[in-house]
């Protein structure tokens, strides 16, 4: 019989793992549609969802594969969906709907190069943005960065926590590399897997008021059928979930949905820090490029060069504080990613001149060629 | 006698939220209040009712119904109550929304959970316009009347819904005019009893926008008008359905049929193979209770240096696979750190096939093949491909077959078997791929035979371990002679 939890050690595409930790998250509805190159996400749920019980539907596009995570979100499920570059960009309606709402929902962006149809089959790190802000107008979600097959399980799990807990979209951003590698992935026994599910109401119908927030600035949330009877709406509400389109519902409604996140990054918030204590210079990565600044990192230290490395295992909410201090202990931040500069203006923006901050680009279509990250720190020394 | 305050319906209505946005001489209105009446009237179990909306005047009746509501986004209510009602497939779920909501934005979700079947009733009020936004021109505007957008005249030919609903699978397709209170009420009652995608178009007044324009100025004008030139019939045809002014609008129960939904086809396809009764998104099915496992302690793998692997070949010669079992016997069999990469083109199958392997006791940043300490190559095309791969002291295994190497240097040391031959002496050359692997073990330190045989064993199809052990068998004993002969 098959399993929801596959404990044991196994070999796996970070793909693959993105599916079994779905699964062993409590994933039991899939919606999405193909795309390159994060169909075997598509696949391999089509087999492992029955197997399980749930259900797994292939829509007609990634308008309605979005859509329908929201509605099976408010149905009870913890539902997932993956998709790269062009299907993502048609998802941020939804996603916008999400946020308003406060579904919680996970969204898998296989990065591919782009703009546009760009490099189906090739990597790109250029979607950290539209992952912050391709939905218009002010709101926040959460995204993770997976490096490996390994983290790309243990991340997917977390995403659902994540979004479980502030009741947001959590989107995990894999990229291309990361998707279609195979690398061992330890699946731990069920019953140490930690599994978060939204908060639920804790007070009767009547009493019951569909936004009002807790102190942590989430509300409870009910689920269809149950006889709370909710109204909820994409237009701006008021807290009992009903349509009040004016400015004074707008700013408390828009702050707390901003808040939620900003007030509690420091707890969603998950950076690695390797080489900190006497570095000079510090790089910092996500993704496949940081595993190629690990590996640039093991030269230039044996080098002895003093260059640190930060790993953003979130990268959304951005780690401002932390940036910020060691932006007065250091000569040069190195941001190496797959795109003309997303996350660099983050970093520079933070650190706020407090000390360099240098990109090291790449247009997309292959990793770094680690010389030209070597060069870079070289130059500094 | 009593009077009693409260309004009948007023249980299903919000009356917090009244009054309403919609207009005098509206038809969402009555349709609204239909609704209600058939909810009342049908006896049904009330708080497991969806009710979804889109955007648009008729996007707003979720939110005045006293059921769980949803007001989404435009165009996308059909595909949110697909996800409602497949995680807990125990909901009724009712689409309540307009014509441009439904047909053009949404169309597409539309027409494909018509065809899926999926058990939603749509309600569909058809106003010939777009009125939240100011009367422009829509999918269903009559041809030749005006609308915001079409100042001139209309010259688009409107959709027949009843009819692209029939030709795409829905199993309830009805039509009535706002004007046809009692048959809407009556349909929705036989909608909420059908098992399957259930379409109820209601062609509806607008007299603020589309009518005032189209000389039908009041909501009386409107019904009037419908009442005069509407045509019920028993069983219309849907081709007939077209609405052209000057001819009747032909309304009726155009299809009423019994087919299994999505989710029964579901359970019909995959219950037997997977032994299990049910499928829902909410985690709500019970799977059979399964033996606790642990994760084995990894033993710390021997010292190695870094090793990079390219295997290369032809598409089909199972490349792919090999490059796989390998990643396997070495990663959960060995505890080596290990990481398998397969070269991707643009072509789904055929051509060259390749993939990297990258073997170390230490833990490995870069994941591709960038100069391979050893090449397995199993065809000529690959062979000339990767030349330029191949340095000094560079380790090549090949089929000697199907390979010449030419113009190597002197101290490339070169592992030949007649792979592909040994696999057609065991009756299929498909098995070369492994007989190779059993060579490549016997020669090489990454991995004992067993931690690749038992790779074999879980990354071959089922039904064909004691071939494939065969021919592993058969190259590694093929590799233990080698050095001797």
């Known amino acids: 019989m098959a399993k929801d939890v596959l404990t044991g050690i196994h070999f796996l595409s970070g793909n693959y793992a993105c599916v079994e930790g779905a699964i062993a998250a409590g994933c039991r509805f899939y919606a999405g549609y193909p795309i390159t190159p994060s169909n075997e996400i598509a696949e391999r749920m089509s087999v492992r969802l029955p197997q399980v019980g749930g259900v797994y539907i292939q829509m007609e596009d990634e308008l309605a594969s979005m859509a329908a995570l929201v509605g099976a979100s408010w149905a009870g499920a913890k539902p997932m969906t993956a ?119 804790s007070k009767p119908r009547e009493e019951f008021l569909l936004y ?110 932390r940036i910020q201090e060691l932006a007065k202990q250091i000569r040069a931040f190195i941001v190496v990613e797959i795109n003309l500069g997303q996350i660099v203006f983050e970093v520079e923006r933070v650190a706020h001149g407090q000390c360099e901050t240098i990109l090291v680009p790449h247009a997309g279509g292959h990793i770094h060629d680690p010389e030209d990250i070597y060069n870079v720190i070289k130059d500094l020394f | 006698m009593q009077i009693k305050k409260e309004h009948p319906l007023e249980r299903l209505l919000r009356r917090e939220r009244m009054p309403h946005i919609l207009c005098t001489g509206c038809g969402i209105g ?74 053009a934005i949404g169309g597409n979700h539309l027409i494909h959970a018509a065809r899926r079947n999926i058990d939603i009733k749509v309600i569909c009020i058809n106003n010939f316009t777009y009125g939240m936004t100011g009367g422009q021109l829509g999918p269903t ?77 009041t909501g009386k004008d409107m019904v009037k008008f419908f009442l005069e030139h509407t045509e019920i019939k028993r069983h219309p045809d849907p081709r007939d359905a077209l609405i052209q002014m ?51 302690e990894m033993r710390p793998p021997k010292e190695i240096k870094l090793t990079q692997i390219k295997l290369a070949g032809l598409g089909g010669q199972g490349i792919a696979l090999l490059g796989l079992i390998m990643g396997r016997a070495a990663s959960i069999f060995e505890g080596y750190s290990t990481v398998y990469t397969q070269e991707y083109g643009p072509e789904a199958r055929g051509g060259a096939s390749s993939s990297g392997l990258i073997i170390s006791s230490r833990a490995v940043n870069m994941p591709y093949t960038t100069a391979p300490d050893i090449l397995v190559i199993m065809a000529q095309g690959a062979f000339r491909k990767y030349r330029k791969d191949i340095r000094e002291n560079s380790i090549i295994f090949i089929d000697k077959d199907l390979v ?17 031959r040994m696999a057609e002496k065991l009756g299929r050359a498909l098995v070369a791929n492994i007989v190779m692997l059993g060579f490549f073990t016997a020669i090489t330190p990454y991995f004992s035979v067993e931690s690749a045989e038992k790779a074999v064993k879980m990354s071959v199809p089922k039904g064909t371990e004691e071939f494939n052990l065969t021919a592993f068998k058969e190259g590694y004993e093929y590799g233990r002679q080698y050095g001797r002969a």
């Not at chain 1, 807990?165 to 930690?194: N, Q, S, T």
């Not at chain 1, 901003?258 to 996500?286: G, P, Q, T």
């Not at chain 2, 579901?266 to 998104?281: H, N, P, T, V, Y």
Request: overall charge neutral.
């Open chain 1, 83 to 201: 998709t790269s570059g062009p299907g993502f960009s048609l998802m941020q309606e939804n996603i916008g709907l999400a946020a308003m709402m406060e579904t919680p929902c996970v969204v898998v962006d296989v990065m591919r190069g782009s703009p546009s149809t760009g490099l189906p089959t090739a990597v790109g790190q250029a979607d950290v943005m539209q992952a912050r802000w391709g939905s218009h107008g002010d709101y926040e979600i959460i995204a993770l960065s997976p490096s490996s097959p390994q983290e790309s399980f243990d991340f997917t799990i977390k995403a659902f926590n994540l979004a479980e807990r502030w009741r947001v979209p959590a989107i995990v951003l894999l990229d291309e590399v990361v998707g279609h590698m195979w690398e061992r992935v330890v699946i731990p026994p069920k019953e140490e897997i930690r599994l978060v599910f939204r908060k639920r109401p």
């Open chain 1, 212 to 321: 009002k927030a807790d102190k942590d600035l989430v509300p409870e949330m009910p689920i269809a059928g149950e006889g709370y009877r909710f109204h909820t709406t994409g237009l701006t509400h008021n807290i009992k979930g009903y349509p009040d389109t004016t400015a004074r519902a707008q700013a408390p409604l828009v702050r707390r949905l901003v808040d939620k996140i900003r007030k509690n990054a420091e707890k969603i918030i998950d950076i690695e820090e390797h080489y900190i204590e006497d570095a000079e210079v510090i790089l910092i990565s996500y993704g496949i490029s940081y595993r190629v600044c690990q590996y640039v990192l093991d030269k230039v230290r044996s080098d002895g060069l003093k260059v640190g490395i930060i790993k953003l295992n979130t990268i959304w909410p951005f780690p401002e504080r």
């Open chain 2, 30 to 103: 009555t349709t609204m209040a239909n609704l209600v009446e058939a909810l009342e009237e049908g006896e049904f179990d009330l708080d497991k009712i969806s009710v979804v909306s889109g955007i648009g005047c008729a996007g707003r009746v979720a939110g005045y119904l006293n059921l769980d509501g949803f007001h989404t986004t435009h165009g996308r209510p059909i595909a949110f109550a697909t996800g409602l009602k497949l995680t807990n497939p125990d909901l009724t779920v009712i689409v309540f929304s307009g014509d441009g909501d439904l047909a």
């Open chain 2, 141 to 217: 505007t009559p041809s030749g009347t005006w609308s915001s957008t079409s100042v001139y005249g209309n010259y688009e030919i409107p959709f027949n819904l009843p009819y692209l609903l029939c030709a795409c699978g829905a199993t309830y397709v009805a039509r009535w005019t706002s004007a046809h209170a009692h048959h809407i009420k009556n349909s929705i009652i036989e909608a909420m009893h059908h098992k399957g995608f259930s379409f109820i178009e209601v062609i509806s007044a607008c007299p603020v926008y589309w009518g005032r324009k189209n000389k039908l100025r």
């Open chain 2, 246 to 296: 000057g001819t009747p609008i032909l309304c009726g129960v155009f299809v009423n049929e019994k087919r299994p939904d999505y989710l029964d086809m579901m359970k019909a396809q995959l219950s037997k193979k997977l032994g299990i009764s049910e499928f829902r998104g909410d985690g709500k099915v019970t799977l059979p209770e399964e033996e606790k496992k642990v994760v084995s």
């Open chain 2, 404 to 420: 010449r190497p030419k113009n190597i240097p002197n101290s490339v040391k070169v592992y030949a078997i007649p792979a592909t």
